[in-house]
């Protein structure tokens, strides 16, 4: 049997509920289920306003519309991620300045984005890679010290916590002034394609809505606070349908379900390749104490690549599909020519040796085990 890398995760209550938004015959966007699963996570996490969008990198999309970068303003990214992370803002004129990643996990590093601000820099994006929180202390502190506005690409973060060095433990896409969820079906909660802004700085909350909605002001208009509404800002096409909000809302109702046998799954990886990584034949993932593990993935990372692709090579031998994950952005073929020719060897070391194992519900994380065993 074929254990893949990823298999969407149905609760069984996304039909009824598509049924129901079809039935009430309200299918465009911003209806009741939008609102549901808006409520769910501004009373869940307090996040100030979430509003769903069609995906992840729509959101970036808006958070780069709403910081206001343009031409001549540097926006710092770290060079291990998705390219959303970058494109949003490239989409709006900005200059992207790569920064490298941690050595002993791939988030951003604090100290490095210190020597990389500059009198243009504007926007400040750190992903938490993994669900595992980037040092949103020490990032916060720089952007304060420099006035500038943090993006959290928060994807793959959903139910993940962060404690600060005030101990007060938040959660990620609450800290920043702006934060991105995904809800790609490779993600923990899914709705085939989509995603959610949260807003958590009040003076975007307005300006948000609009943008969402092709730039009309027809939020204000809808709960009576104008009495005619029009073309008033910049802006597209951003909400989901009530179908794929739905979808997402018996996501949600499950996501205690749901986060705790990720949670089982990734600890059975922990402990029985434990003894594997202590040979030293590859690491596991550093959570450090500050931050939560929402079992959004769990990877090993090798000694070097070609140790890296065997062990593929030999896991697809039996059947389990084990995948690499991102080429570092200052390499791609889009953006080598305009970076500014810096090293970055942490995330050149990940892109090279880092492998990801099959983690979804309903997978039985022993044949993976067994698999390794057999190769390692
Ligand atoms: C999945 C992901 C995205 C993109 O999400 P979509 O919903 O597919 O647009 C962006 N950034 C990171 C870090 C991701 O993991």
């Not at 434990?274 to 590859?282: D, I, Q, S, V, Y």
């Not at 000694?303 to 031998?317: H, S």
């Amino acid at each position: 049997m074929k254990t893949p890398f990823n298999k969407p995760y149905m609760t069984g209550r996304e039909t009824e509920y598509i049924r129901q938004a079809v039935e009430t015959g309200k299918i465009s966007g911003n209806g009741v289920f939008t609102k549901k699963c808006q409520q769910f996570f501004e009373e869940r996490y307090g996040f100030r306003k979430c509003l769903l969008t069609t995906s992840c990198t729509d959101a970036l999309e808006m958070a780069a519309i709403l910081t206001d970068v343009g031409p001549g303003d540097e926006v710092i990214v770290p060079s291990y991620t998705f390219v959303s992370s970058a494109l949003a803002f490239v989409r709006q004129g900005a200059k992207i300045v790569f920064c490298d990643s941690c050595r002993g996990n791939p988030n951003i590093d604090p100290t490095e984005i210190e020597k990389l601000v500059t009198p243009r820099t504007k926007v400040i994006v750190p992903v938490h890679y993994a669900g595992v929180a980037c040092d949103m202390d020490a990032i916060m502190d720089i952007a304060s010290r420099h006035n500038l506005l943090v993006v959290e690409d928060a994807a793959q973060a959903i139910d993940s916590f962060y404690t600060g060095r005030d101990g007060v433990r938040r959660p990620l896409g609450s800290i920043g002034h702006l934060a991105a969820f995904s809800f790609h079906e490779t993600k923990n909660i899914i709705s085939g394609e989509g995603g959610m802004l949260a807003v958590n700085d009040p003076r975007f909350i307005r300006r948000a809505e609009i943008i969402w909605e092709k730039g009309t002001n027809r939020a204000e208009f809808f709960r009576g606070e104008v009495n005619k509404y029009g073309w008033v800002d910049t802006g597209s096409s951003f909400l989901p349908s009530e179908i794929v909000a739905a979808f997402l809302w018996a996501q949600l109702e499950n996501l205690d379900a749901i986060q705790s046998k990720r949670r089982s799954i990734w600890e059975f990886y922990r402990e029985k390749l434990a003894p594997f990584a202590a040979k030293g034949l590859f690491s596991l993932p550093d959570i450090p104490t500050c931050a939560t593990n929402n079992a959004h993935m769990f990877y090993l990372v090798f000694p070097g690549l070609e140790k890296r692709t065997r062990f593929i090579a030999a896991m697809k031998e039996r059947e389990i599909q084990c995948v690499f994950h991102y080429l570092a952005l200052h390499a791609s073929a889009f953006y080598s020519g305009k970076h500014d020719g810096r090293a970055l060897p942490n995330c050149d070391r990940f892109a090279d040796c880092l492998v990801r194992l099959p983690l979804f519900y309903e997978l039985d994380p022993e044949i993976v085990v067994n698999g390794i065993a057999e190769t390692c």
